[in-house]
């Protein structure tokens, strides 16, 4: 039975498919730039990408399809499918008509050739060449923010980009509850030694044959539908929904500290897991989509952190390593489990563990809120980054390459993506005590037993059936009673590092 009865609904939905299919191409676009295209089809194939953007933008904006949706408003009676597809396209149509093409252009542009003038400016750990293209992208970014229009803080209109709704405020209440309790944690570990903050098994050099077979055979064991999804190589993980039979996700193999290759595919299988659970029916509609960042993330790191990092599964997939590794057999379980759980404060985002993690969202978050409220300056930065990293997790960068030059998202103009790696963190917790209730047993209890397709089916329920039908702080309070609350997070980390020791 379809979802949708209301005929203004049916209309805008099928003059939808139009864009949906555009979407679709350019998904498979952008996953073959990151996997198999060869090197040099670069340049033409950005040209192809920014023309079908160009076009999708129309589209959008086509007066039709705006003045079925400003119906659609008035309407009475719709149900949620209907009324998300309303909230969805609203969203879509006020963001591409407020932001003129000009300002679009020029903050492609410039990110554009930002990227690789920081891929130069990182390899010669030189800041200043960066520096006039950061000032470049934080005042578009400002510009970006003006014209969106905001309430408080202009940082808030960027923070919605990524999370629909997100705020200032929100951030401001999972930081200040999070970093001085964290912080607090994080030195007893460190003091008392309950984890190790380095294991011998970093160092050990892996076969990309054998390593393949086990990440196979973990998928396998997840039960991951080969005839709907895949696996591939790219320089950077990622997963990309193509459509709700098609999900492909990447991995990228270092040849050295296996569990660096292990934690990226399960992270990338609970990404994926999300985009193959949405409701089959809502696709081509404005709402088969995942509903944001956040929410993305926090599927990704519950499968990766809480579910593939706990001692149960790594009992499950020990049996695996020995089999493919060999060099594994002479660790216990409880070695691996802490090979797989270190801590230890490092100036790098993408090294750091579960404890230390959001420190550096934390700071990032900071230093993005004081740029784009002219609250600091580009110069600065570099030198704020350094105090904070001392402060928060002791350690101080010696280069820019392992501070302020470190990560892409700057490059690309995404300020207020960040945050919704730290709000990943959050959900994931909350998501771990809302199933325990729901199964009336731990979820360590359910991974011993295999319960795989028990949890992925609850997930579906809670999350990701839905797609894009209620916004991000809806499907939140709907599934899991409540917002965002750091609290759950904080409880898990204590449990299992410090009370469980
Ligand atoms: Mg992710």
């Known amino acids: 039975m379809s979802l949708f009865e209301n005929p203004i609904i049916k209309k805008i939905n099928e003059k939808y498919s139009v864009i949906w299919a555009l979407n679709h191409a350019l998904a498979v676009m952008g996953w073959d730039s990151e996997t198999y295209m060869p ?124 999370e629909e709704g997100l705020t200032v405020d929100d951030m401001d209440f999972v930081f200040n509850n999070m970093i001085p309790r964290l912080k607090k944690m994080l030195d007893k570990i460190l003091s008392e030694n309950l984890f190790p903050s380095k294991h011998p098994l970093e160092d050990i050099k892996y076969e990309r044959e054998a390593l393949e077979k086990v990440d196979k055979e973990i998928l396998d064991l997840l039960e991951y539908p080969w005839d709907r999804a895949r696996i591939d190589v790219s320089e950077h993980p990622f997963t990309i929904g193509i459509a709700v039979n098609d999900v492909r996700i990447t991995t990228r193999f270092e040849g050295i500290d296996f569990k660096r290759n292990i934690y990226a595919v399960i992270h990338e299988f609970g990404h994926a897991t999300y985009e193959l659970q949405i409701d089959p029916r809502l696709e081509g509609t404005p709402i088969g989509e995942a509903v944001s960042s956040g929410i993305h993330e926090s599927q990704s790191r519950f499968w990766e952190n809480i579910i593939g990092r706990s001692k149960e599964f790594v009992a499950l997939v020990k049996p695996i390593f020995d089999k493919h590794l060999g060099f594994t057999k002479s660790y216990s379980e409880e070695e691996i489990f802490k090979y797989v759980n270190t801590v230890r404060p490092s100036l790098i985002r993408v090294d750091a563990d579960e404890v230390t993690y959001n420190f550096h969202i934390y700071l990032r978050y900071e230093i993005e809120k004081k740029l784009i409220a002219e609250e600091l300056s580009v110069k600065e930065v570099p030198e704020v980054w350094n105090d904070m990293m001392d402060k928060l997790l002791g350690v101080r960068p010696k280069s820019y390459r392992e501070g302020v030059l470190q990560d892409i998202h700057w490059s690309m103009g995404s300020f207020g993506y960040f945050p919704t790696y730290t709000l990943g963190n959050v959900v994931s917790a909350q998501v771990k005590d809302v199933l325990e209730k729901k199964f009336k047993t731990s979820l360590g209890t359910l991974v011993s037993e295999r319960r795989f397709n028990d949890i992925k089916e609850a997930l579906k329920e809670l999350i990701h059936k839905w797609g894009s039908t209620y916004s991000p702080k809806k499907l939140l309070e709907r599934a899991l009673g409540e917002t965002y609350n750091p609290e759950h997070f904080l409880n898990y980390i204590e449990e299992k590092y410090i009370k469980k020791v």
């Open 39 to 162: 090197k040099r089809g670069v340049e033409e194939r950005a040209k192809a990408r920014a023309t079908l953007s160009v076009l999708r933008r129309k589209l959008i904006l086509d007066p039709e399809l705006v003045s079925l949706v400003e119906r659609a408003k008035k309407e009475e009676n719709l149900n949620d499918y209907e009324k998300g597809v309303v909230r969805v396209l609203d969203r879509e149509i006020s963001i591409n008509r407020k932001l003129p093409e000009k300002l679009v252009y020029e903050l492609s542009k410039t990110s554009q050739e930002a990227i690789s003038v920081w891929v130069e400016a990182k390899r010669t750990d030189d800041f200043k060449k960066f520096e006039p293209y950061l000032e470049r992208l934080v005042s578009l970014s400002r510009e970006v923010a003006e014209k969106l229009g905001y309430e408080k803080h202009p940082y808030n209109a960027l923070l919605d980009l990524y």
